[in-house]
């Protein structure tokens, strides 16, 4: 089983829709969860941290649960700016290390 | 303006060629990363740099090589034995070279590699 999985996508949804992501991972210990967002061949930019009570940026809400070791990014009102790819990203509990999801490719349609 | 400055942004290599990725972050960060990102894959930790003059292996260090001679800077090198070097290849740094609870990871631009 792979440490931190998403669905790959693409999800295509029209303007104004509200859209969900999840994203698992492996290691019940991890403590840091991120969501980034990648535009097509351009750097991974942080979208917002991911607290255990869940918190929200505007139209992005992230939430955790540590029971079923899940993430979840929502985003209400998609724009078309918001077409990127998700990346979900988890800290290794005592590797120092961040481990990337494969990520999720938005398509919002006009 | 802090940043991580990461060049070229296109590198072409040849057969049996080394060639190395330069990578500069003015954010006085301890920690220096490299990741390379194949189409549809995850990141993957070439390698990395917890402090200066220090640095491990990630999880596909085969054919690279890095320095960290100076906290600013952390090139990193694609030798010839790395047999499918194409990809996008991404230098991140962080405040610190231990992890801590919601420590962020900072990119810079990428640099695209392809063989001729």
């Known amino acids: 089983r792979k440490e931190v999985e998403q669905d790959p996508g693409p999800f295509n949804v029209p303007e104004g829709a509200t859209v969900a992501f999840n994203c698992t991972y492996s290691n019940s210990a991890s403590q840091s969860f991120f969501w980034y967002r990648q535009d097509c061949r351009k750097e991974p930019k942080l979208l917002m941290s991911v607290y255990s009570s869940g918190n929200e940026d505007g139209r992005f809400t992230a939430q955790l649960n540590r029971a079923s070791q899940y993430i979840s990014l929502l985003i209400r009102d998609s724009k078309l700016s918001d077409s990127a790819t998700y990346l979900c990203?988890?800290?290794?509990?005592?590797?120092?290390?961040?481990?990337f999801g494969t990520g999720t490719r938005l398509k919002v349609l006009a | 303006d802090g940043g991580i400055t990461q060049s070229p942004k296109y590198l072409f290599r040849k057969e049996g060629q080394n060639v190395t990725l330069s990578c500069e972050q003015n954010?006085?960060?301890?920690?220096m990363y490299w990741y390379r990102q194949d189409p549809g894959q995850g990141l993957r930790l070439i390698y990395y740099s917890q402090i200066v003059n220090d640095f491990q292996k990630g999880d596909i260090a085969e054919g690279y090589s890095v320095s960290r001679e100076k906290k600013e800077s952390f090139p990193l090198t694609v030798t010839s034995a790395q047999k499918n070097p194409t990809a996008f290849y991404l230098c991140a740094s962080s405040k610190q070279g231990r992890l801590t609870t919601n420590e962020k990871l900072f990119f810079g631009s990428g640099t695209q590699l392809s063989v001729l």
């Open positions: 990203v988890v800290i290794s509990p005592g590797t120092y290390k961040y481990i």
């Open positions: 954010l006085n960060h301890d920690a």
